[in-house]
């Protein structure tokens, strides 16, 4: 019997981790219609196709190649699509974060093997190995969420949930109970506890970054003119001679890319090639390589060469840079004191160094980390950093809240309100533990005087 | 043996005829099958022990429930209801609820006639007072006037009566009700077959005398100008109301929602409180006299003034018991105070200081059997053909007591027939969330409907009860063709409006779009065909339209889960040799034994990783291959 009407569920089916290729599977029946919207429609089933794979805002994440099995031919036994893009992690989860955004679900450990064996496509003297692998995977999984959620996370997520019942309860009170004498409705002080819900949901899921920064590492970007030094710049952060460097300009033609541990974090350094404002044809092919670099960046070095007067960037970079993702670096000020920045660039940390002597390098260092942990939210002391299928349900969470206030404050109708805050509800308790509507009504009769 | 009554077996014994009996009852009857109904006293059939009224918040929607699969309760109300009105008006169509004040013993004397008049029903008068069994099956019952009945079904619906216990302060006398009598046997008879029970406790306020009330100095509450009825009124057979005050062969039309009767507002005062405080340890309740737990949503005046103490004051409804009568229900008043007690209380109310009590307060405690205990179809896991239905079940309220005797009725009649039993899904009705919730939770006080324990409430909207139950009623053949083709029709053209109006541009716009944009736009005035379509149908295709996105939201959630329900759980599932299942989780389900995955989903305790395990060990075979039992209908 194929289990019909399953959600659509997309994993990495690959190591999570760098590797050549990352694979992501999507299995389920509107893995035809996300192909669709993704590339344009299903190439024929079992060949591959090449193209581009766009989020949701039209911005491209990878060029990814992409193979349709129509069901039942496939590993499930139902429509799969599985898309393999380049092995860095951080891509992976960008191409992930957005099918979840279009609406497939996490697979649960274990669920596409779960599927193909429900669907028929494995042999049933296998159903035993099945059942053990779902049951050892989701203990572990269950074992690694739960240590998350008896830290912070769940300390927050527990009394989110204990303040949404209160809300709950009360607009529950005014539906079931419309003739009883209960205290006028509150509406602004139900606003406001939702307000500060839907704010929390929000920070916490602030936190989804960094744990992808956590885990992947943070994309940092070194940025400049040629011969400004960055070459020099990356070998002294990694303490051994990646790149090659020469005085001559335009040395680096492509990008290099190598990981350090600095502190608590994985820090990727990717040398750039130099933006000569009238570049080489070989040239440019490398500048262009770099602004594809700078638009997946997490955090710039911008590297200026103090001897010099400041350069004008090409605006499709200047307009990424900030004050908070970007460290301005004063290179060789062994040959010369460094000048003024340009107004655009006031605010922005800086720190002088010298690549060639070493000066300076550590406080560039202390300016990477102070500008990483800012991504972070500790509460209650603890870190918190919550994982891709806590993001969903928070951001589902989110959305249920903030149609709650916009209800609130138009005065619509109660009962609409209720199920966006059963939404919230629903969703929140799928990270820290299902609401049963009994709870709700203990709570409603606890703090009410109703019934006759 | 004793004498068999008239030598027969019957299809269907009903033992009760409450609210719950009744409707089974005339639900096995309207079936065709060979119905008995047997009542200690047949001329208290369908009374309304507690106060006099029908609907109200979720059990207004399961009155139009019940009309939809073919039950008497809407339309008994609409004929004998003295005054309407539809709850939470200024709110939307899917909380909105009916709600009528009954002519008490007008709506009994209706009841009776139509349990009389019903072709395949007997009525009969005698006490239950053992069940009869044959191995695990029930077979027949035993009466107090030593006359047997022999049944191929047994519905059991004892209310109160259950070794009823009536509690005045310290005064105790047993009865199901004030001035009857208790089913002293029948639980011992349970009991042998393996039936667990418990206790529950209840309580009814005192009545007082018209004459002694000083309305001048309470609130006048009026009833709807336009009243709203039970009944779908569009679909029946106009005969089908007829007032009871007309004797005789004809039955004269009459108007429901004439001449309606008020009910009045008044409140308690410090002078009630200090009463009840001096006085608490008096209370039945408070002294420790009774075991039973009672309902949380219903408090008593005791309760209130315990438990929200620094409430000033609590609201009190007078409500008029029938139109021949000048008793009066004092609605928020319960007590199980002694009467002098309770009168002092009485007296401390405005426009009640020189009040009469006709009758006192009292708390009733009675046996009910946990309803974890039966199937979905309401049959015992215990004993083969026997139905439980209503406050056995350990619910409170006429009306959800009148939800499950339909459906304990039309399993009966599927039972005898061999046909697979009607299980309404939570988004089917209300009566499907009610009885999914007794089944696989059980209850520990006496259950009443809320609509927020509905998941899906916004499916729900009471006008949409006929064709929500449309399948069911197709199905069963539970009604006349001639209603089924009303329905029928009445859905056409729902449906025909909304792809119309959802499809067709006006100014611009989609006639859907100006529906939902009403609140901010100035209104459009709607095609002239659709203004020409009856109340009805044009209510609910406008409440589709408005509610759209939310409404397939709920869809989208039915459609994910409807998987799990699909797939039955054998019978015989020995859940602690399943591997991988966690201990806890073992145990709750082997004592729950639900019938399908989706059941078990919605047990506490009971978490995705189990319901994976279980779902594989189902699909691989290995579990047994069973066939449906008969507690898992779809």
Redesign the interface.
Known sequence: ?P?????TIAALATPSGESAIALIRVSGSESARLMAEIFGGPPLPRSSRHGDYRDREGRLVDDVLFTFFAQPASYTGEDTVEIGCHGNPYIAQRVLEDLFARGCRPA?P?EFT?RA??NGRMD?SQ??A???L??AR??RA?EAANRQLRGALGRQIAGAIARLVDVVAEV?AY???????LPTANRIRLLAAVTALRQEAGRLLATAHYGALLRDGVRTVIVGEPNAGKSSLLNRLLGWERALVSPEPGTTRDFLEEPRVLGPHKIRFIDTAGLNPTPAPLERRGIERTLERAAEADLFLLVLDASLPCPILPPELAGRLHAANTVVVWNKTDLAAPGDLPDAWRGFSRVAVSALQGQGIEELERAISLMVDKEQLVLDGDLIAINARHATDLTEAGECLAAAEAKLRAGA????M??DL??ALDALGRIGGRV???Q??DK??SAF???? | MAYVFQDKTFDVIVCGAGHAGCEAALAAARMGASTLLLSGNIDTVAQMSCNPAIGGQAKGHIVREIDALGGEMAINTDATAIQFRLLNESKGPAVQSPRAQCDKKAYQFRMKHTLELQPNLQLFQATVTELVYEGTRVVGCRTNLDIDFRGRTVVITTGTFLRGLLHIGMNKNEGGRLGDYSARTLSASLLAAGIELRRLKTGTPPRISGRSIDFARMEEQKGDEHPTLFAFHDTHDPQALFHVEQVGQQRLGWVPGTDQVSCWMTHTTEQSAAIVRRNLHTSAMYSGQIEGVGPRYCPSIEDKFVRFADKPRHLLFLEPEGRHTDEYYINGLSTSMPFAVQLELVRSIPGLERAELLRPAYAVEYDFAPPTQLWPSLESRKVEGLFMAGQINGTSGYEEAAGQGVVAGINAVQKTRGGSPMVLGRHEAYIGVLIDDLVTKGTNEPYRMFTSRAEHRLLLNHGSAEMRLLPQIRKLNLLTPDRRQRIERKAERVGHWLTKLETTRHQGLMWGDHVRREADAPPVSLPAEFLAESPQVQAEVLYRIRYRGYLEREARVIERLSGLERVRIPLDLNYREVRGLRLECALKLAELRPATLGQASRISGVNPADISVLMVLIESGRAGDRPADPGTGT
């Open positions: 019997m289990v019909a009407h399953e959600d649960e274990g779960k064996f429900l049933l159903a035993e099945v059942m053990d779902i049951h989701s203990e269950l529950e539906i079931d109970f419309p003739e009883e004498d109708a109660d009962e609409l209720a199920s059963r939404g049963d509507h009994e709700i009504l409603l009769f005087c109703i019934g006759k």
